[in-house]
């Protein structure tokens, strides 16, 4: 079992919809979360971080934490056709000297005009 | 303007020849990766380091070589021995190991 999962999609739906973006995690000691953007043949660009649970908002985007179900979710509103891209979660245990950056997949996301 | 600067950004080479990829950052970072993405997969790490003069192999490290003499740079070499080399490579740092990682644009490099 992967410590990070995340539904690799593709996820398509029509502007202006909501999305949801979701990763799940199995350890507990993960407390540091992040949001990447990835366009195609480009380099992941740091969207979001959010440290322990609750939630955390950017212009359109929404982090948010659940420790207790470990489940993170980002949410898009509003959605534009320049937000297709992939979308990785990324997580660590913070101030454990053991700790290191573990990434998901990535989930494809499509924006429909 | 700050920020993590990889080249080239596509790269050919023939099969048994050796290759560096360059990757410099002008962010003050302590921590500098290397990674590989492949199709349809995730990034997986292949070199980290943490300080300079200092590095520590990834989980896919072999076939791969990195030097750290200088806190900007981190160039990572493919050699011959890296069975399928023909990837996507990031390089990424850090201002510290466990903190959010910026990443530079990407080097494509195909092996034939």
């Known amino acids: 079992q992967k410590e990070v999962e995340q539904d690799p999609g593709p996820l398509s739906v029509p502007e202006g919809a909501i999305v949801s973006l979701n990763c799940t995690y199995s350890?507990?000691?993960?407390?540091?979360f992040m949001w990447y953007r990835q366009y195609s043949r480009k380099g992941p660009e740091l969207l979001m971080y959010t440290y322990s649970s609750g939630n955390k908002e950017d212009g359109r985007f929404t982090a948010q934490v659940d420790k207790s179900s470990k489940y993170i979710s980002l949410f898009i509103r509003d959605s534009q056709p320049s937000d297709s891209a992939t979308y990785l979660c990324a997580m660590s245990a913070r101030y454990s000297s053991a700790s290191k950056i573990i990434f998901g997949s990535g989930t494809r996301l499509s924006i429909r005009p | 303007d700050g920020g993590i600067t990889q080249s080239p950004k596509y790269l050919f080479r023939k099969e048994g020849q050796n290759v560096t990829l360059s990757c410099e950052q002008n962010l003050n970072h302590d921590a500098m990766y290397w990674y590989r993405q492949d199709p349809g997969q995730g990034l997986r790490l292949i070199y980290y380091?943490?300080?300079?003069?200092?590095?520590q192999k990834g989980d896919i490290a072999e076939g791969y070589s990195v030097s750290r003499e200088k806190k900007e740079s981190f160039p990572l070499t493919v050699t011959s021995a890296q069975k399928n080399p023909t990837a996507f490579y990031l390089c990424a740092s850090s201002r510290g190991f466990d903190y959010e990682q910026y990443f530079g644009p990407g080097t494509r490099l195909t092996v034939t």
């Open positions: 380091s943490q300080i300079v003069n200092d590095f």
């Open positions: 350890n507990s000691a993960f407390q540091y």
